[in-house]
């Protein structure tokens, strides 16, 4: 992996005055001594002390490489920006970089962190949604661009395509969780087997080799394997695999924000498209409608990654806040029979546009569960006690945000750039769009996610072998949570219609 790692940035810079420092050697023999007498609480004490440095914006991109591939500030740091979680969520660098190396035969397939589907831009230092900042030392955190980022192909051979605030539709955040677990858990995490490979890309002093070996390699062992027992429910109740390009948002809010006990529901949930939030001021989102603000939502998905709020915090929501609302979706990126588009838009107006339409009269409201008739176990995952609980926990860290809440059923949102947001409806039950406006006996039972290769006739991504260079996961809609049935708007236009309709949708 990290093929596109330049070995000299690799090589120890970034750590500033703190390498320096580190590099110092009566330091070094003072802080040896610190270690033999004072153990191990004094070596805590020695990383507290040392100060966080800012991160710079594009800084693994040489000087002059900068303008070409860092010209939206807003969008690098959406894709690599910290959002502070190092003092609690931080894996330090030099172990994050070598895992793929150490473990290979962990990983579900070649081409290190990309075997997770996770995007890496070429000439990169990190893959898409991660993010560097040195608190004491080098430490790599998640943002939101880990399940906020699409990348999509027009074919087997085209280059991948990033679009920032597109669903992470490749990204197996639940594969990526088991190959750190099975990491820990292998007896091969031991300072003998990683330092040597933490040494081929890393210059460390004898001080650095030190707290690798006593502090930094089994404490970070001790955390994942910690975090593992935690995610535990993930499996338990029949619970279905996540598989790329979804997890279980309210669950994870209920086990980890208020810290409930497993209740065994499911909720499964297709990462969305984030862009263009500004036709959503004053609407339900989240699936279900529990939250009526994008801030909100946005405050709420921060902390869950371990942000600690302040005025650093209130500040940085507000600027991806910002970038959020008018970060407009990419066009399709096929041609459009313009003729044939503009006579859908009529059975668009006629049939979704009350709904989906900005301006519609249940545009961004809420469809009884009855109603929309979709799988109902997301939307049961809810309830309001943990909004209430959610509210108290986000009121005692002092943040101020428009409540939670629990409505009663899911929401209907803008169908902006729908053509890159399949597979459909909350919990992705629907490979395509052709699919969508099928009777739901019609809809496929088993169908394949997490390819990023566009099928232009479906309107969808493949989801049927052959598959070309893409990771896929077997997505069963009669397991739990991942039923396809319901949305039955549009099931029953003529062929000649639904052909209409859909090319008019690719101008959305
Ligand atoms: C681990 C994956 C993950 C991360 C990281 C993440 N999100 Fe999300 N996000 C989701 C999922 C899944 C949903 C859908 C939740 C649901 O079921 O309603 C969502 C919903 C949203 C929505 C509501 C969209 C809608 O259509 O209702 C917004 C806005 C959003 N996220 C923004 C963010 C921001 C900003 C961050 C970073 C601070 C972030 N998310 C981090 C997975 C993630
Ligand atoms: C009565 C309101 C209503 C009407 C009418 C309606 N929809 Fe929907 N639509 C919804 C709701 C609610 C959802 C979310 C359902 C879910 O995810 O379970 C949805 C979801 C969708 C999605 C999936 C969005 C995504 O990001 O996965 C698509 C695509 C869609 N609708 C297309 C259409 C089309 C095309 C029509 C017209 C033929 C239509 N809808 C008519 C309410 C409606």
């Not at 790692?5 to 040896?32: D, T, Y």
């Not at 100060?51 to 693994?60: L, M, S, T």
């Amino acid at each position: 992996m990290n093929a596109s790692i330049p070995e000299s940035e690799a090589k120890g810079s970034g750590h500033g005055w703190i390498h320096r420092l580190l590099r110092h050697r009566g330091f070094q023999i003072c802080v040896a001594a610190i270690i033999l007498v004072g153990g191990v609480g004094a070596v805590f004490a020695y990383y507290e002390f040392f100060r966080v440095v800012p991160q710079v914006v594009c800084g693994d991109v040489e000087e002059a490489n900068r303008a070409t591939l860092c010209a939206d500030e807003a969008e690098e740091k959406f894709k690599y920006g910290s959002l502070g979680a190092e003092a609690d969520r931080g894996v330090p660098y030099t172990i994050f970089h070598v895992l793929p190396r150490a473990f290979p035969d962990l990983l579900p397939g070649s081409g290190g962190y990309r075997a997770f589907g996770i995007p890496w831009e070429e000439g990169r230092e990190l893959p898409v949604g991660f993010a560097k900042k040195t608190m004491g030392f080098p430490r790599i955190t998640q943002n939101c661009a880990v399940c906020h980022a699409a990348t999509y192909r027009t074919g087997p051979e085209a280059k991948p395509v990033l679009v920032v605030a597109g669903p992470s539709l490749t990204t197996d955040v639940q594969a990526f969780l088991d190959f750190l677990e099975a990491a820990a858990n292998d007896p091969r995490f031991t300072a003998d087997v990683l330092l040597p490979h933490i040494e081929n890309s890393f210059d460390l002093s004898f001080l650095d080799k030190l707290i690798h070996r006593y502090l930094i390699i089994p404490l970070t062992r001790k955390a994942v394997l910690e975090q593992a027992e935690e995610f535990a429910w993930m499996r338990a109740h029949g619970r279905p695999d996540w598989g790329p390009g979804r997890d279980d948002p309210m669950n994870l809010t209920k086990f980890f924000m208020i810290e409930m006990e497993d209740d065994g529901t499911t909720g499964n949930a297709d990462f969305p498209s984030v862009w263009n939030l500004g036709l959503r001021e004053g609407h339900s989102l989240n699936w279900a409608g529990e939250t009526q603000d994008p801030l909100a939502v946005i405050i709420d998905s921060a902390l869950g990654l371990g942000a600690p709020p302040g005025d650093a915090f209130t500040e940085q929501m507000t600027e991806i806040r910002a970038y959020l609302r008018d970060k407009e979706p990419p066009p399709f990126p096929f041609e459009i029979d313009a003729a044939k588009a503009e006579a859908g838009e009529p059975i668009y107006k006629e049939f979704c546009g009350d709904c989906h339409e900005p301006g519609g009269a249940y545009f961004g409201k809420v469809v009884p569960i009855d109603d929309i008739g979709t799988d109902r176990e997301r939307f049961d995952t809810w309830q309001q006690e943990h909004a209430d609980a959610t509210n108290r926990v986000a009121l005692d860290m002092g943040v101020e945000r428009k409540p939670m809440v629990k409505d009663v059923g899911y929401a209907s949102q803008p169908l902006d750039g729908i053509w890159l947001r399949a597979p459909y409806l909350h919990n992705g039950a629907v490979p395509s769009l052709r699919d969508l406006l099928k009777a739901p006996e019609e809809r496929k039972d088993v169908f394949f996610r997490g390819c990023d290769i566009y099928d232009e006739a479906a309107m969808g991504f493949q989801s049927e072998p052959p598959f070309y260079d893409c990771r896929v996961f077997e997505f069963d809609t009669r397991l739990r949570g991942n039923g396809n049935g319901g949305h039955l708007y549009g099931v029953d236009l003529s062929e000649d219609e639904k052909d209409k309709l859909v090319e008019y949708m690719k101008t959305l």
